[in-house]
């Protein structure tokens, strides 16, 4: 796989889990569920563990290094890209406390964690449709084969440089991991009759 195929892939990957926070959420404040804070953790963690720690940096140490240095008007872009990578991080912590607050707190603060979840949602889907939009065509134009050499290298499953190897199958179970736990259209959990 490419660097491109790596990426999409990704945000593919992302947006799966934030749209099972979302229809989550949905289902506790729509249809009186039960909430299920074990499956919220693991999607925030999922999260928190591979997108925050592997993705982004990766975007804006390879492919977003290359872009600026090939593409000079991409720049703007590429600076709100990075703001978002780090708004990103302050986000999913903040989401995470709430789910915290929840746990302790109750049904009194699972409104807050829902409204969290909402903005984090539209946040990133926002980010990563600009990145497919814009960021990604205007590197298949301007980029060279030895900038995808060095991209690739970074993205692939292989000779990862900076983050080393272990990552992909930790972020393979934990993904695994949330597709059983949740129930359809999520993941594949049994539901019980008093669900
Ligand atoms: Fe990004
Ligand atoms: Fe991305």
Redesign the pocket.
């Known amino acids: 796989m490419t660097a491109l195929d790596v990426?999409r892939a990704?945000?593919r990957a992302l947006a799966a889990v934030i749209h099972g926070l979302l229809h989550g959420v949905r289902e506790v404040r729509d249809r009186g569920a039960r909430p299920d804070a074990a499956l919220f953790e693991a999607m925030i963690r999922y999260i928190e563990a591979f997108p925050e720690r592997f993705?982004?940096p990766k975007?804006d140490r390879y492919l977003f290094r290359c872009l600026r240095a090939r593409d000079p008007v991409s720049a703007s872009v590429l600076d709100r890209l990075e703001a978002e990578h780090a708004e990103g991080a302050r986000r999913i912590h903040a989401l995470a406390a709430e789910l915290a607050r929840y746990r302790r707190e109750g049904a009194a603060a699972f409104p807050a964690f829902a409204a969290e979840v909402d903005a984090y949602a539209t946040f990133h889907w926002e980010?990563?449709r600009i990145?497919e939009v814009e960021v990604l065509p205007a590197a298949e134009r301007h980029l060279q084969p030895e900038d995808w050499a060095e991209i690739d290298a970074a993205f692939g499953s292989h000779g990862d440089p900076l983050f080393g190897v272990d990552a992909r199958t930790e972020f393979a179970s934990l993904f695994r991991r949330i597709v059983e736990l949740a129930p359809p259209p999520v993941g594949v959990r049994p539901t019980s009759s008093g669900n």
């Open positions: 990426i990704e945000h993705h982004h975007e980010h990563m990145e």
